[in-house]
C-alpha cells in the first residue's frame, strides 16, 4: 500500500506543530502530549483486544503506526493546545474543542476512505462522540501540570 496520505499529513502536522507560535512553557507541552500518546496507545489497545477499530496490521506496532503517533498525534496535540483560546469565555472554549472534534473526526474517516482505518465493531460516530471528552481531558490534564508547575515554583521560593 502507497503511504501518501500519511507522509503528506506527517509533513504538514509538524511543519504547523513547528511553526505556531507556542504560548505555553516547553515542559507544558511535553507532559501533556506524552500523556496523550500514553491514553492513545492504551485506547488503540483496548479497541485491537475487542477487534473494534484497526489501523494497518492489528495487535502488531509497524512502521506507519508509529509514523502516526510521531508525526500526526504528536504534532496535532501541539496545534491544538497552542491554538486553544485559554483566556477565552466556556463558549469560545467549547466550540474550539467542538470545532477540533469535527474536524478529527472528518481526517479520521479520510483515513477510513484511504483504506489505512477499518472498523470491524466500531461507528464513525464513535469517535465523533469521543473526541470532545478526549480533548476535553487533554485540557484538564494541561490544566494539572500548570497547576503543579506553579505549585512546584511556589514551594521552591525561600521564605
Not at 78 to 92: A, L, T
Request: overall charge positive; hydrophobic content about 50%; charged content about 15%.
Amino acid at each position: 500500500m502507497w503511504y501518501w496520505y500519511l507522509i503528506v499529513s506527517a509533513v504538514i502536522f509538524t511543519w504547523v506543530a513547528w511553526k505556531v507560535p507556542k504560548p505555553l512553557p516547553p515542559l507544558e507541552y511535553y507532559a501533556t502530549v506524552a500523556t496523550c500518546l500514553f491514553i492513545a496507545e492504551v485506547a488503540d489497545r483496548w479497541t485491537d483486544r475487542y477487534s473494534l477499530y484497526e489501523f494497518w496490521v492489528r495487535k502488531y506496532i509497524d512502521l506507519p503506526t508509529t509514523f502516526m503517533i510521531l508525526f500526526i498525534y504528536a504534532p496535532a496535540a501541539v496545534i491544538m493546545i497552542s491554538w486553544y483560546p485559554f483566556n477565552g469565555s466556556w463558549k469560545k472554549k467549547i466550540t474550539y474543542i467542538l470545532v477540533y472534534s469535527i474536524f478529527s473526526s472528518f481526517y479520521e474517516w479520510t483515513y477510513l476512505k484511504m483504506g489505512y482505518l477499518y472498523y470491524p465493531h466500531w461507528k464513525w460516530w464513535h469517535s465523533a462522540i469521543s473526541y470532545p471528552f478526549l480533548y476535553g481531558f487533554m485540557f484538564l490534564h494541561l490544566k494539572f501540570v500548570h497547576w503543579l508547575r506553579e505549585t512546584s515554583r511556589q514551594a521552591s521560593k525561600p521564605n
